[in-house]
């Protein structure tokens, strides 16, 4: 067996997270740290960062844009009760209160008697009584629990347009920029033009070949998927957001997920809301089993907001993965369209994925430089790792969100040759020396460049034993 789950597990650094003692003891289950400037902590981020990089520099930090993520900001807890009137006022920062809640919204004083606001996580509504002279709104306790440290505020439906990517999201990719980022979450997307104009922005910086996940968690934007998908570079669902459009259109999660996958770009799943035992929701082996079926790509943690939980549901999950990977049912995907300019790459991916259904496989080995092979590979959903070689930094951290791929970032110098005398040792490692010498391993090259790019690459799949590598 391979030391490593197939789906990948991005984790988003809050504070609970963000300590070197809890980084430490998650650093080898998590593939992607998922990082916001929206938590009440700028000051610390680069700190962050700085922490995951010296634990692991092959990880991949995702920004996440803040769009609508309106932000409790109290250091503690708020006990309500039904029908308690509490008083809810800005703040840009945090704040030791337990009586008022902040939140950091400017505008409050805009909104109107009768006015909802909804807190995610912590499952409250309240409802606006009285706008006061202040610039803050008394409200009415709706629906009561405990209101938890930083939760995500949310407003009546259509109340407030926040645009895509607002003048703080573009201050925040630049500071990005300057401290390792490597991808962007979209918050706030609704048509491929949202898309388009957040890779106008990277371009106008230089960021041209910058990743852009799209997070789908709206019905308009779930209309708009497939143009979306188009041009993003990847799609993240949140489901309970699309559930109630999902049964008007009599689509399911499973129809939704193969879309994507049949366009090899990583699709990924998380959820906002707790459930109503407060029990986190991927904390369900039958839950992780389906998503494992459907070849899922990546699972989102939204942030945890206790510290007790962090590492609790992170290594939970991680080894719920572990368990239901191996029972998700065999398949065999039928060969994908070609690209007319492409007949002879496709049919060569194609065919090392073929090999496997017919002969007993132990790995997939490939190169690539635009990670176009190792995403159509793992689009197929291969029951065996794809081991995969690149030279481009932009390219292995991207791998981290596709399914099936373990990655090694290789030096500009390595030629061919050079990787078949290292291609042993690493796999040796993955399965953690339990390879016999008779096993066999798939090598596949294809020609990823674009039609007018010069390249003297040939198309090949190679059959070996692992003694003769």
């Known amino acids: 067996m391979w030391n490593f789950n197939f789906a990948k597990i991005v984790a988003w650094v809050w504070p609970t997270l963000a300590k070197e003692t809890v980084l430490s003891k998650v650093i080898n289950m998590v593939d992607v740290f998922r990082i916001s400037l929206s938590g009440g902590f700028d000051d610390n981020n680069k700190k962050y960062i700085e922490t995951i990089m010296k634990l692991d520099n092959s990880k991949t930090i995702m920004m996440e844009t803040k769009w609508c993520d309106v932000r409790v900001k109290n250091l503690l807890d708020v006990n309500l009760k039904k029908w308690d009137i509490v008083n809810v006022d800005y703040s840009e920062y945090a704040q030791e209160n337990d009586k008022i809640i902040f939140i950091d919204y400017e505008k409050l004083a805009e909104l109107w008697v009768w006015a909802k606001i909804k807190f995610e996580q912590s499952?409250?509504?309240?409802?606006?009584?009285?706008?006061?002279?202040?610039?803050?709104?008394?409200?009415?306790?709706?629906?009561?629990?405990?209101?938890?440290?930083?939760?995500?505020?949310?407003?009546?439906?259509?109340?407030?347009?926040?645009?895509?990517?607002?003048?703080?999201?573009?201050?925040?990719?630049?500071?990005?920029?300057?401290?390792?980022?490597?991808?962007?979450?979209?918050?706030?997307?609704?048509?491929?033009?949202?898309?388009?104009?957040?890779?106008?922005?990277?371009?106008?910086?230089?960021?041209?070949?910058?990743?852009?996940?799209?997070?789908?968690?709206?019905?308009?934007?779930?209309?708009?998927?497939?143009?979306?998908?188009?041009?993003?570079?990847?799609?993240?669902?949140?489901?309970?957001?699309?559930?109630?459009?999902?049964?008007e259109r009599n689509l399911t999660m499973q129809q939704l997920i193969a879309r994507i996958k049949a366009t090899w770009k990583p699709v990924s799943v998380t959820f906002i809301s707790w459930l109503e035992s407060k029990k986190y929701p991927f904390r369900d082996e039958k839950a992780i089993q389906e998503f494992c079926d459907c070849a899922i790509d990546s699972f989102v943690l939204e942030w945890i907001i206790k510290e007790d939980d962090t590492?609790?549901?992170?290594?939970?999950?991680?080894?719920?993965?572990?368990?239901?990977?191996?029972?998700?049912?065999?398949?065999?995907?039928?060969?994908?369209?070609?690209?007319?300019?492409?007949?002879?790459?496709?049919?060569?991916i194609y065919n090392a994925y073929r090999i496997t259904k017919e002969l007993d496989i132990k790995a997939i080995v490939c190169f690539t430089d635009n990670w176009y092979t190792s995403a159509r590979l793992s689009s197929l959903?291969?029951?065996?790792?794809?081991?995969?070689?690149?030279?481009?930094?932009?390219?292995?951290?991207?791998?981290?969100?596709?399914?099936?791929?373990?990655?090694?970032?290789?030096?500009?110098?390595?030629?061919?040759?050079?990787?078949?005398?290292?291609?042993?040792?690493?796999?040796?490692i993955i399965f953690k020396w339990n390879i016999s010498l008779d096993d066999k391993v798939v090598i596949v090259q294809s020609n990823e460049r674009q039609k007018d790019e010069k390249n003297d690459m040939i198309n090949w799949v190679e059959l070996y034993k692992f003694k003769n590598i």
């Open 123 to 247: 499952n409250i509504l309240l409802e606006i009584t009285e706008i006061k002279a202040d610039d803050n709104v008394d409200c009415k306790v709706i629906e009561w629990w405990t209101l938890f440290q930083f939760d995500r505020v949310r407003f009546s439906e259509n109340d407030i347009d926040f645009g895509v990517l607002t003048e703080r999201d573009q201050k925040d990719i630049l500071w990005w920029i300057e401290h390792w980022i490597h991808m962007i979450a979209l918050s706030g997307v609704k048509s491929p033009d949202d898309v388009l104009s957040l890779k106008s922005f990277l371009n106008d910086n230089n960021k041209w070949n910058m990743k852009i996940i799209a997070k789908i968690e709206t019905p308009e934007w779930l209309r708009n998927l497939d143009a979306i998908n188009a041009i993003a570079d990847g799609i993240i669902f949140v489901f309970d957001k699309l559930e109630k459009d999902m049964t």
């Open 311 to 348: 590492l609790d549901i992170i290594t939970e999950v991680y080894e719920l993965l572990s368990k239901c990977e191996p029972k998700s049912p065999e398949t065999t995907k039928e060969r994908f369209d070609q690209d007319d300019d492409f007949v002879v790459r496709d049919y060569i």
């Open 381 to 428: 959903a291969p029951r065996v790792p794809v081991i995969t070689f690149t030279k481009s930094d932009e390219t292995y951290r991207y791998l981290n969100m596709i399914r099936w791929v373990k990655w090694y970032k290789i030096s500009e110098s390595f030629d061919y040759e050079n990787l078949k005398r290292i291609w042993k040792e690493m796999i040796r």
